[in-house]
């Protein structure tokens, strides 16, 4: 099981390649890849392969408890957490990848991701799943 980030379900539809069983995926993340094929303009076909891989993907919604996590999250990733001391520079990370972070490490799944946003979080305990497309 794991958590997969936008990258990895674009690079999957622009492979036209299906998506592994046991993959969860974020509420944030379907915003994002609805207003990414918006805003690349992506065709009737591509939309219907990624409203196919929203049907197999299991969402999970965030809560108060997640918000929670995003707040120490965003907080340790700018080395301003109380308890928890980042080990490198700060980092300044998209609200949505905060987000998504929040949410894998909440439901205790790795995130798998294609980039490198969310390297200096393995120091917080997010787990990372690195996908090579």
Excluded at 12 to 35: H, M, N, Q, W
Excluded at 54 to 63: A, E, R, S
């Amino acid at each position: 099981m794991v958590l997969l980030d936008t990258n990895v379900i674009i690079g999957y539809i622009r492979k036209d390649v299906s998506c592994p069983p046991e993959r969860f995926i974020s509420i944030i993340t379907v915003g994002e890849l609805k207003a990414f094929s918006i805003k690349s303009k992506w065709g009737a076909e591509k939309r219907l392969r990624l409203n196919k891989y929203l049907q197999t993907l299991q969402v999970l919604d965030i809560d108060e408890k997640i918000s929670d996590i995003y707040a120490e999250i965003d907080a340790f990733s700018q080395g301003l957490h109380p308890e928890k001391k980042l080990t490198i520079s700060s980092r300044n990370m998209g609200k949505n990848d905060l987000w998504i972070a929040a949410t894998a490490y909440f439901f205790d799944i790795p995130l798998q991701t294609t980039d490198n946003d969310f390297d200096h979080l393995t120091e917080f305990g997010l787990k990372l799943d690195k996908a090579s497309l």
